[in-house]
């Protein structure tokens, strides 16, 4: 499996509560195909005539106690593309838990 995500020492770090840090990393290795109906909707547009297709695993990371942090350096993910052959013009999404949507 070629997922993972690097995130910096000092903000690990800073969420860790007496000198211990909790990180947890989950890559999915269905889920891609249970999600992969078809039909979008990414930022509020809608993508139902198009072709579109999840082509990664889908992956969720943790820092902290599971609440939502903000990250004072960028974290990188890495996903290797399940399909390389006949893919065009790809979008990096994730999901937005207030809207919903990709």
Same mark, same amino acid.
Request: glycine residues 6%.
């Given at each position: %499996? ?17 000198? +211990? ?20 909707? *990414? ?25 939502? +942090? ?7 993910? *890495? ?7 006949? %893919?065009?013009?790809? +979008?990096? +999404? #994730?999901?937005? #838990? ?5």
């Amino acid at each position: %499996m070629d997922d993972a995500i690097e995130l910096s020492r000092k903000d690990i770090e800073a969420f860790a509560q007496e000198g +211990v840090a909790e990180a947890v990393f989950f890559s999915y290795t269905t889920l891609h195909e249970i999600l992969d109906s078809g039909k979008f909707n *990414f930022e509020g547009r809608s993508f139902a005539g198009h072709k579109w297709k999840l082509n990664s695993r889908i992956v969720s990371a943790s820092l902290g106690q599971g609440r939502h +942090v903000q990250l004072n350096h960028p974290a990188k993910i *890495f996903l290797r593309h399940l399909i390389t052959n006949n %893919m065009t013009d790809p +979008v990096c +999404v #994730y999901w937005d #838990y207030e809207i919903h949507s990709w």
